[in-house]
């Protein structure tokens, strides 16, 4: 009869924890697992009725917790990190259960906040980035006009060319500024799909009209393969600026290195499935692998220096990421060294 009522009471414990949107462990008073929701299977399936805790859960910080309810009966939070297979940061509130109709139990509930902290850790990196950026020129303007005042007052020469590295500053700021207002306001519609029809090759077309000036600069030549039209789904401004984006980049990293095989710029389109796939390639020195996975975060830079000697805010590809995101698109990179890199955009025709 015990059998059976204990029988019974796991089965409405067990019911009653699936109907939960937590994780939720629930274990015995010898610490072996009496029910598992479906939540807390998904993030941790080794867990098994019947099973000690201290077998499926192993984390120290958890099973002294366990402990300490046991002994006064007070409810515990503890927070620890599972590093393997891949590092996930986790809380877990245990708390006691007992009474008449059942058996003496403890509710152990979890929360995932890996991806909490890895926001929060992100938010801090783009702040101490963003400030990190723009205090540099401000402190160039800031010293160069306090010479102005003192000792280059009346001296025309040093006027002149101090006023030529604040414009330069100060147009650095500007595009800095531009780029996190752009970055801002795209994250802000990312749930909002365009609807517009677009004529990507007409973009293309003006992309490569507008940077021709850049690339004869840089002795590089653009070489533009499309069909006559192609139609997608999408915005304008941010299809312009993703191409625009691309493009420059290609020119400024990869064709006009010294390094390079051939100083020309591929862009072309091609229609698939359905989708309409940009493809920008240059034949540049490449990017080395462990740097691929990287390159749409906000203020990564391959090199640094390099990027800033030619105006680059280290935003331009987490701008293109997040405007191919909204259009429900996919960011492909391909990159080996010494043969360049190809990025490639594919976004949906209109009407698909």
Known sequence: MENELQVRDRLI????????????????????????????RVLFPVLRPDDLLARSLRAPDVLDAVKRVRATGAPERVTWLERV????????????????????????????????????????DFVANASHELRTPLASLLGFIETLQGSAREDAKARAKFLSIMREQAQRMARLVNDLL???RIEQNLH??????????????????????MAS???????????????VTGDRDE????????VENAIKYGASDSRSSSRKVEISLAA??????????DHGPGIAPEHLPRLTERFYRVDPGQSRAKGGT?????????????????????????????FSVSLPLYGD
Not at 93 to 119: C, K, N, W, Y
Not at 193 to 209: E, G, S, T
Not at 318 to 332: P, S, Y
């Open 272 to 281: 698939k499935q359905r989708q309409c796939v940009l493809t920008v390639r």
């Open 192 to 213: 909002l799909r365009p609807q517009a029809a677009v004529d990507i090759v007409a973009i293309l077309r003006h992309i490569a009209d507008t940077l021709a000036p």
């Open 85 to 124: 297979p891949v590092e996930r940061f986790f809380e877990l509130h245990a708390a006691s259960m007992e009474g008449q109709h059942f058996e003496p139990t403890m509710i152990l509930t979890l929360r995932d906040l890996s991806e909490v902290r890895r926001v929060e850790r992100m938010r801090v």
């Open 239 to 246: 299809l312009l600026r993703v191409a625009e984006n691309l």
């Open 314 to 342: 280290g935003l331009g590809l987490a701008i293109v990421k997040h405007i191919v995101a909204r259009h429900r698109g996919r960011l492909g990179i391909e990159s080996k060294l010494g043969e360049g890199t190809t």
């Open 217 to 231: 600069d840089n002795d590089v030549s653009l070489k533009l393969d499309v069909p006559g039209n192609a139609i």
């Open 182 to 184: 752009s970055l801002s």
């Open 13 to 40: 414990i067990s019911q009653f924890i699936e109907a939960l949107p937590e994780a939720v462990i629930v274990i015995d008073a010898a610490d072996r697992v009496v029910a598992v929701n479906a939540p807390a």
